[in-house]
């Protein structure tokens, strides 16, 4: 075992489409989606233990034991490799900057960060494969994040294909309310049958900087369940507009609230976020959305593991 201090970023993600295709008999969602990773990210820091404990200090959303890094290094140490390394344990400390239940991944970018940081620092060797398997068992969207690339997703989330996009800047508006996924998916609105994608206009969506391709199925169950992502919606849509973007370009990132427009440069990116600042202040009702420019990232900072 590596006796050193680990420390990772652990990167928010970004749905550019999100389509609900059909719909397994054991309840889950058959998707389509495309994953981006993106420079916002939350801070991790691990250091090893003596004994098996799992420490989790820093920023905390809830109780240890349901915190996606805890879980993940649980799930660790629950594989034989684990046990032939000699029990280690470890102490996570998180910064969270990435807002949470805004479609951002930030607890499932978190957990991929943890099994990649631990299965390192504990010197497991434990392949891609088994460790994407053990991701998926604590959500969707971690073997995402394992994989460590833009990526267009089938299946619930778990079948990934890797593919060129071109870079991308956002203006990203996180409204101030916590949206749960389980809810907005088990709402009997929710439009479950879309087509699958055409891979070719998929392809072509791919090498532009402003995605128009698709839609998000979530978005409107989201926007009408939530009148604050539905007035981020609506300023970032007037932002676009103002700068000769398409109103497809404005959508939201898996199921909300956090909402984006991409853009061709930093520069636009910044003059949408500004607007959106300006439309903000001169409402009545105020809700104090955060704002962010941010760009894709090609791959994973923590991928050289």
Same mark, same amino acid.
């Given at each position: ?44 820091m ?16 809830g ?16 594989t ?8 280690? =344990? ?43 398997e ?5 959500g ?26 071109? @870079? ?27 087509? @699958? ?29 939530? @009148? ?5 919606l ?12 398409? @109103? ?5 990132? =898996? ?33 104090p ?17």
């Amino acid at each position: 075992m590596n006796a050193h201090e680990l420390t990772l970023a652990a990167p928010a993600k970004i749905n550019l489409f999100l389509h609900i295709v059909g719909r397994r008999d054991d309840g889950y969602h058959l998707l389509e989606s495309a994953f981006e990773l993106i420079d916002w990210s939350d801070l991790i820091m691990i250091s090893p233990r003596a004994d098996s404990q799992i420490e989790r200090c820093g920023d905390t959303l809830g109780p240890a034991h349901l915190d996606l890094a805890v879980r993940a290094a649980q799930a660790l140490q629950r594989t034989p490799q684990w046990q032939a390394a000699g029990r280690p =344990g470890a102490t996570i400390q998180i910064t969270k900057n990435i807002p949470a239940g805004a479609g951002l991944g930030g607890g499932s970018s978190d957990a991929a960060s943890t099994l990649m940081g631990l299965n390192h620092l504990w010197g497991l060797e434990i392949g891609d494969q088994q460790l994407s398997e053990l991701g998926l068992q604590l959500g969707a969207d971690v073997p995402f994040f394992l994989f460590g690339k833009s990526a267009f997703a089938q299946g619930v989330g778990e079948r990934l294909e890797a593919y060129e996009g071109a @870079p991308r800047w956002l203006a990203i508006a996180v409204p101030p309310c916590h949206v749960k996924t389980a809810e907005i998916f088990s709402a009997p609105e929710l439009t479950r049958n879309s087509k @699958p994608s055409k891979i070719a206009g998929f392809a072509q969506a791919a090498r532009q900087p402003v995605w128009e391709f698709g839609h998000n199925d979530l978005q409107a169950v989201t926007a009408s369940r939530f @009148p604050q992502v539905r007035q981020a919606l609506q300023w970032l849509k007037t932002a676009a507009a103002s700068e000769g973007i398409a @109103p497809a370009a404005v959508r939201m990132s =898996g199921s909300g609230g956090a909402v984006f427009c991409t853009a061709p440069d930093a520069q636009t990116a910044q003059r949408l976020v500004d607007r959106v600042s300006a439309l903000q202040n001169a409402s009545v009702d105020q809700s104090p959305l955060r704002l962010k420019v941010c760009q894709t990232l090609m791959r994973h900072p923590g991928s050289v593991l």
